[in-house]
């Protein structure tokens, strides 16, 4: 056998061990994984100050709220076959002394829709549903992290088969999961991707 063409067979070995296969110089099958990214941070580093919540006016002032309320960009690709909408949320599970924080749920996220642009969350939009975080409100909620070891922000995004209309707003996190969870298997939750945001200030 050929170099060359022992090189051929050699990748298209490999290629049907990742899931696709080879015909000439053609390859079929392969499909990006699912995955979730930001340009305002990259996973597993420190978010920019400005993520953090800020102090409302007239409310008594947290000095741990020490930035805009600017949410992070967020892009996604990749979507399992027969998605129709995504949820969206954002967890500190150190928050609370380890009861966690729900920063922010959303959900009914229409399947052509794929990123949200920094600060574009940090209010209501016709993009989502907005869910009932621990703040009690649709939208997200930055962190006001207690000085000393970061927390770990988890951004999660879930693959849907239901319609973006499906579900009322205001379910808290849990009832969320709960309404994915219905019917066999994994309910209708199709897939998932997460980024980790760290945060803290001095």
Request: hydrophobic share 35%.
């Amino acid at each position: 056998m050929s170099a060359q063409r022992s090189t051929l067979v050699l990748a298209g070995v490999a290629a049907v061990l990742a899931g696709s296969w080879v015909i000439g110089d053609h390859a079929f099958g392969a499909s990006a994984p699912f995955k979730l990214t930001s340009t305002t941070f990259r996973d597993g580093t420190m978010m920019p100050r400005k993520v953090s919540n800020k102090n409302q006016p007239g409310a008594n002032p947290n000095p741990n709220c020490v930035g805009e309320n600017d949410s992070p960009e967020l892009s996604w690709s990749g979507a399992p076959p027969g998605t129709k909408s995504f949820v969206l949320t954002m967890v500190d599970p150190e928050g609370r002394g380890g009861l966690g924080v729900f920063h922010w749920v959303a959900y009914g996220i229409p399947a052509d829709v794929n990123h949200f642009d920094e600060g574009e969350v940090s209010k209501p939009s016709d993009k989502y549903v907005g869910g009932k975080s621990t703040q009690g409100v649709g939208y997200y909620s930055g962190p006001c992290t207690p000085a000393g070891s970061p927390h770990h922000y988890t951004f999660k995004i879930i693959a849907t088969d239901l319609d973006p209309k499906e579900l009322p707003p205001g379910l808290t996190l849990p009832q969320l999961n709960q309404r994915l969870a219905e019917g066999t298997g994994t309910g209708h939750a199709k897939g998932a991707a997460g980024l980790v945001g760290l945060f803290t200030h001095p």
